[in-house]
């Protein structure tokens, strides 16, 4: 039986990490993520694994990435500003499709902010940060437990997929320390990379496979090939050809777009049975939730659709819950980030409320209880 | 025997680089390196940043990795640390290396990962179409210092020595035959290698210099370049405007993986 | 509402606050209830005011944070300046000391102890007033079990370090007997 602990969020995501095979971590020191590099410094050369603290995030980006291109299962952990640096990097690992996960435990922002104190404000860096028109997945976790889980999930999906997968930490949960009961011998689906079977010299390293994720050799084992951050043919090599170019970059959006039923993850409650639905994730899914909980025990009819998966984002998922209700509350710790997708999807049909708190302070729950009320009135 | 182009080299010549262009004599004398150590290329990683002379890894018959600008070091150490047994080569440019990649390059030097780091130095932006970069020589004209350059170059090698590489050399793209003796050796030694090559670009840097002809070019890189031996016995003002060549500094330095793998064991066996 | 326990400990930073509500969550878990620990903190690591806060209840706990705590303790005047009117009506207050001496909010219950003095009289330095306030805390409130709270420290400390801390905790239960609350 697993020994209950009290774990921090960071920690989790560190023995998520390890747990879904993680043998490469670079980073950079950086507030509220640090915690994430010292338990990898730690705990990676028992399982002789390899940690590196790099000279700034841009270096660490490049580092995972060169890592997982030699085989390993590489992640770095970062903040806002240190993300923003490594946005180029992100952009470099989608186009080659290098499976790389980056952590963000998201602080109040722009610029330096305030270091120690949380902030959702990353959901569209995370979406859009670097330059270009490829997809991206990004997943935000709500307890520590979740995030252990999850973790395990960002690795699966960046081998699966081929691409690199955001972690979406706020610094609530990145701190928060609460229950933890996991047995580390649980069996627990790991994905690794789908490698080639055929010939080095049959061997087409970006081909258009059904499906959109073609396999990948790592670097040592036999298929000498090319990754480049060029836009590049189905063999690797730089290509400017207008019908290769257009390919290639739908290929990127829709090898995850396409897949967004299979990546898609979230949490329903009460979503058939409400008036006002609250859109929440994160930490301030649970603020919703005990939100909800009260309103519904005084007889007010609330339910929560709590996104696991940021990015991509299932319209259709979304679109249904939305449905019918008298109106859509969106509670997030940023202006209107996620709120401003939910007005896309729901298009005009049902009113959408933002509560949104930029003073880094995390939603309390009768803010929404007022807000809910406010919206019956 | 296959030549040695059609051994190392992808099947993807001719190259993208200008007539007079001294990256192809690099490249060659690499291959002739490779031909010498008969390394097994299965087991070699090429990282590349941008630029012109960045474009090597795509012609080189290895697992590449052409990357971002100035950030090769970075993914080759990644690299390095993913799979300490295999070989790295790292290509790079003045600007690549010395300018955006100019933090990563310090700390290449002070890990003293074991890879052999080639920085291509043409004194130019070369790719952009002939920016000044931190390797352009003080007065010389190029698209960003139509009046000459009045921003300072430095000493890439000396840097590099202060900075902790473990092996420092200079070779250049005339002397050819030295500079696949310097890549040899700079594989050879356990630790960071860097070898700065002295090179030419008669398109971007030569035309705006005076010196359009690429014999001309290699005529000029001929009389700026000076041995070791021989320097030792010039004077400072003699010695101004030239570059000295060969094996610069070479040293024991702990090697970064070997130091991991070290700590590794100690932890594993219980001991903190 | 499903947390029964909202309680707040702060100070300024170096106090070790953030660490004592570790070992009190940690305790609570222990005990099988279930816990949640949080802070707010400055970017420094020293100095600057620091609240640590603990939710313990027998049911899940979604809401981490403490806005309005039933149990606050002050181990700073700055602490108490910032914190006591956020404590709820009837709550217990903590006070360390000469904190928040004749400026005392009414309609608490107040509890005032010397426990940075009694530490480091008894223990020659104050670095495990941490401990002991969280042994006047228990011997007040009863939140978690003696022995719950003796395995957290051992988890929380090297062995010798825990030992000392096993002592400077039971320094705190003994402290808490000879309170005499009061109320303003």
Same mark, same amino acid.
């Given at each position: 039986m697993a020994k209950v602990r009290?774990?921090?969020?960071?920690?989790?995501?560190?023995?998520?990490?390890?747990?879904?095979?993680? +043998?490469?971590?670079? &980073?950079?020191?950086?507030?509220?993520?640090?915690?994430?590099?010292?338990?990898?410094?730690?705990?990676?050369?028992?399982?002789?694994?390899?940690?590196?603290?790099?000279?700034?995030?841009?270096? +660490?980006? =490049?580092?995972i990435i060169g890592a997982s291109a030699a085989g390993a299962k590489a992640f770095t952990a970062t903040s806002g500003p240190g993300f923003s640096l490594m946005q180029e990097l992100v952009g470099y690992a989608a186009i080659t499709e290098i499976p790389v996960v980056f952590v963000d435990v998201q602080r109040m922002g722009p610029s330096t902010g305030l270091p120690t104190l949380s902030s959702q404000g990353d959901i569209q860096q995370a979406r859009w940060g670097s330059h270009g028109d490829h997809s991206i997945i990004a997943i935000a976790p709500n307890s520590v437990?979740?995030?252990?889980?999850?973790?395990? *999930?960002?690795?699966?999906?960046?081998?699966?997929?081929?691409?690199?997968?955001?972690?979406?930490?706020?610094?609530?949960? =990145?701190?928060?320390?609460?229950?933890?009961?996991?047995?580390? @011998?649980?069996?627990?689906?790991?994905?690794?990379?789908?490698?080639?079977?055929?010939?080095?010299?049959?061997?087409?390293?970006?081909?258009?496979?059904?499906?959109?994720?073609?396999?990948?050799?790592?670097?040592?084992?036999?298929?000498?090939?090319?990754?480049?951050?060029?836009?590049?043919?189905?063999?690797?090599?730089? +290509?400017?050809?207008?019908?290769?170019?257009?390919?290639?970059?739908?290929?990127?959006?829709?090898?995850?777009?396409?897949?967004?039923?299979?990546?898609?993850?979230?949490?329903?409650?009460?979503?058939?049975?409400?008036?006002?639905?609250?859109?929440?994730?994160?930490?301030?899914?649970?603020?919703?939730?005990?939100?909800? @909980?009260?309103?519904?025990?005084?007889?007010?009819?609330? &339910?929560?659709?709590?996104?696991?998966?940021?990015?991509?984002?299932?319209?259709?998922?979304?679109?249904?819950?939305?449905?019918?209700?008298?109106?859509?509350?969106?509670?997030?710790? @940023?202006?209107?980030?996620?709120?401003?997708?939910?007005?896309?999807?729901?298009?005009?049909?049902?009113?959408? *409320?933002?509560?949104?708190?930029?003073? +880094?302070?995390?939603?309390?729950?009768?803010?929404?209880?007022?807000?809910?009320?406010?919206?019956?009135? | 025997m296959k030549p040695i182009y059609q051994e190392y080299f992808r099947n993807n010549l001719p190259h993208i680089w200008c007539a007079g262009c001294g990256n192809g004599i690099v490249m060659s004398a690499w291959a002739r390196a490779m031909d010498e150590l008969k390394l097994d290329k299965n087991n070699v990683i090429g990282v590349s940043g941008i630029g012109c002379s960045s474009r090597i890894t795509g012609y080189l018959d290895l697992n590449t990795l052409h990357t971002a600008h100035g950030r090769a070091l970075p993914f080759a150490q990644g690299a390095k640390m993913a799979r300490p047994d295999m070989d790295v080569f790292v290509f790079s440019g003045d600007g690549d290396c010395a300018a955006i990649g100019g933090n990563h390059f310090i700390h290449a030097c002070r890990r003293n990962m074991d890879m052999t780091l080639i920085v291509i130095n043409n004194n130019i932006y070369g790719m952009t179409g002939g920016q000044f970069s931190p390797l352009t020589p003080f007065g010389k004209k190029a698209t960003t210092a139509p009046y000459g350059s009045v921003d300072p170059s430095f000493n890439l090698c000396e840097l590099a020595i202060g900075a902790g590489a473990s092996f420092v050399a200079r070779g250049d793209i005339y002397h050819a035959k030295q500079l696949t003796d310097l890549i040899v050796a700079g594989y050879k030694h356990k630790g960071f290698s860097v070898i700065e090559v002295i090179a030419s670009c008669p398109i971007s840097y030569g035309r705006r210099n005076k010196i359009p002809n690429p014999a001309d070019m290699m005529q000029y890189v001929k009389d700026h370049t000076v041995a070791k031996a021989v320097a030792e016995k010039m004077t400072p003002e003699q010695l101004e405007d030239k570059y000295i060549t060969g094996i610069l500094h070479e040293a024991q330095g702990r090697e970064y993986t070997e130091e991991y793998a070290k700590l590794c064991e100690r932890v594993q066996g219980g001991d903190k | 509402?499903?947390?029964?326990? /909202?309680?707040?400990? #702060?100070?300024?930073?170096?106090?070790?606050?953030?660490?004592?509500?570790?070992?009190?969550? !940690?305790?609570?878990?222990?005990?099988?209830?279930?816990?949640?620990?949080?802070?707010?903190?400055?970017?420094?690591?020293?100095?600057?005011?620091?609240?640590?806060?603990?939710?313990? #209840?027998?049911?899940?706990?979604?809401?981490? /944070? %403490?806005?309005?705590?039933?149990?606050?303790?002050?181990?700073?005047? !700055?602490?108490?300046? /910032?914190?006591?009117?956020? $404590?709820?009506?009837?709550?217990?207050?903590? $006070?360390?000391?000469? %904190?928040? /001496?004749?400026?005392?909010?009414?309609?608490?219950?107040?509890?005032?102890?010397?426990?940075?003095?009694?530490?480091?009289?008894?223990?020659? #330095? !104050? $670095? #495990?007033?941490?401990?002991?306030?969280?042994?006047?805390?228990?011997?007040?409130?009863?939140?978690?079990?003696?022995?719950?709270?003796?395995?957290?420290?051992?988890?929380?400390f090297k062995a010798k370090v825990a030992d000392l801390n096993v002592k400077a905790y039971q320094l705190g239960l003994d402290a808490a007997k000879k309170i005499e609350p009061y109320t303003v």
């Open positions: 009290l774990v921090q969020g960071n920690e989790a995501c560190a023995m998520g990490a390890l747990k879904a095979g993680a +043998s490469f971590y670079a &980073g950079y020191p950086i507030t509220p993520s640090t915690e994430i590099a010292e338990h990898m410094a730690e705990m990676m050369p028992a399982c002789g694994a390899r940690f590196i603290q790099m000279e700034d995030e841009i270096a +660490s980006a =490049g580092a437990m979740e995030t252990y889980y999850q973790t395990i *999930k960002a690795f699966n999906l960046a081998e699966k997929y081929r691409t690199p997968v955001i972690f979406l930490l706020d610094e609530e949960i =990145g701190h928060l320390r609460e229950r933890f009961e996991v047995d580390e @011998n649980e069996e627990i689906e790991i994905i690794n990379r789908e490698k080639p079977t055929c010939a080095p010299e049959d061997y087409v390293p970006f081909e258009n496979v059904a499906g959109g994720v073609p396999p990948m050799a790592s670097f040592g084992e036999g298929y000498r090939y090319h990754f480049t951050g060029l836009t590049h043919n189905e063999k690797g090599f730089y +290509s400017s050809a207008l019908p290769v170019v257009d390919k290639f970059n739908r290929r990127l959006v829709d090898k995850i777009e396409k897949n967004v039923k299979d990546i898609f993850e979230c949490e329903e409650l009460f979503v058939d049975d409400c008036d006002v639905l609250l859109i929440a994730y994160g930490s301030v899914a649970r603020s919703a939730q005990e939100a909800m @909980n009260e309103l519904r025990e005084a007889g007010v009819k609330v &339910g929560l659709f709590r996104p696991i998966t940021i990015w991509p984002i299932d319209e259709e998922r979304i679109k249904a819950a939305c449905a019918g209700k008298k109106a859509v509350i969106v509670p997030e710790m @940023n202006l209107g980030q996620y709120a401003r997708e939910v007005e896309r999807i729901v298009a005009g049909s049902v009113p959408v *409320k933002k509560l949104c708190r930029v003073d +880094s302070e995390l939603v309390i729950p009768e803010e929404i209880i007022d807000m809910v009320k406010e919206v019956l009135k | - | 509402m499903a947390t029964k326990w /909202k309680i707040r400990l #702060s100070g300024t930073g170096g106090q070790g606050v953030i660490k004592g509500a570790v070992i009190l969550a !940690e305790g609570a878990l222990i005990d099988g209830s279930n816990a949640t620990q949080s802070q707010v903190y400055g970017p420094e690591s020293r100095g600057g005011s620091t609240r640590a806060e603990v939710n313990i #209840s027998d049911q899940a706990i979604l809401f981490p /944070k %403490v806005e309005n705590p039933n149990l606050l303790l002050c181990m700073s005047p !700055e602490a108490y300046d /910032k914190y006591a009117k956020d $404590l709820i009506p009837g709550g217990i207050l903590i $006070l360390d000391g000469e %904190v928040g /001496k004749g400026k005392e909010i009414p309609g608490v219950k107040i509890y005032r102890c010397p426990i940075t003095e009694i530490c480091r009289e008894a223990m020659g #330095s !104050e $670095l #495990s007033a941490n401990v002991v306030a969280l042994g006047v805390i228990n011997g007040i409130a009863n939140l978690v079990s003696f022995d719950a709270m003796v395995e957290s420290l051992h988890r929380n």
